[in-house]
């Protein structure tokens, strides 16, 4: 099965600076990722995803990069703003029952004034 | 577009007292999950359900048992709660196909004293 861990780390980054949040996932056969936020008091969102075919995709201020080779994943923000604050979530499904939708470590993102 | 709902939002609950978590999602989707977030943690997965009919467990199901009543809605029930489970309750559906994604309700925050 899947190896996430559960305990969030902290990132703290000036506003107007550029995020960096990384993931690392034990399965190696998965073929689809997504990035998730979670604001205070909110279920997580989706954001951006990304298929093993590829090894970045861009959305708006937010990039994600896949390195299958040691199975690392990395969402980056552009121009981080106060409203970025959040837990960001990645998520790659369970191999062995691909109903099960396990979450990586999420990363709380603190952005300071 | 009210998308994966979930009531109620807030309950205290007592040592041993039973409850039932609501949630409905009105996007025609086959799979519904229910997860647990603790204070400063990840989420948790506690049981799905793939289809209307079948359940399965999560990474902790120990003192919860879930009905998938029909293909909206999917229940959570703590049969004698425990402080434990002071927690915060997400139910999330799961689009699938090529760009598979999971919705979340709100979440219910849950305090057993």
């Known amino acids: 099965g899947e190896s996430v861990g559960l305990h969030l780390p902290t990132l703290s980054v000036q506003e107007g600076d550029n995020s960096i949040i990384n993931c690392a996932y034990s399965n190696s056969a998965s073929d689809y990722f997504i990035w998730y936020k979670q604001e205070s008091g909110k279920g997580p969102q989706f954001i951006i995803d990304i298929r093993s075919n590829m090894d970045k995709r861009q959305g708006q201020r937010v990039t994600v990069l896949l390195n299958k080779t040691v199975k690392h994943l990395s969402l980056q923000i552009a121009a981080t703003q106060p409203g970025d604050s959040a837990v960001y979530f990645c998520?790659?499904?369970?191999?062995?029952?691909?109903?099960?939708?396990?979450f990586g470590s999420g990363t709380k993102l603190n952005v300071k004034p | 577009n009210a998308g994966v709902t979930q009531t109620p939002k807030f309950q205290v609950l007592k040592t041993g007292q039973s409850m039932t978590l609501q949630c409905a999602q009105d996007m025609n989707h086959n799979s519904m999950y229910w997860y647990r977030q603790d204070p400063g943690m990840g989420l948790r997965l506690i049981y799905y359900s793939a289809s209307e009919g079948t359940t399965d467990k999560g990474e902790v199901p120990n003192g919860y048992n879930v009905s998938r009543l029909n293909k909206r809605e999917f229940s959570l029930r703590l049969e004698s709660a425990a402080p434990s489970q002071t927690s915060v309750y997400f139910c999330?559906?799961?689009?699938?196909?090529?760009?598979?994604?999971?919705?979340f309700g709100s979440g219910t925050q849950l305090s057993v004293l």
């Open positions: 999330a559906s799961r689009l699938t196909g090529p760009n598979e994604k999971l919705f």
């Open positions: 998520a790659p499904p369970c191999l062995y029952n691909f109903n099960k939708f396990y």
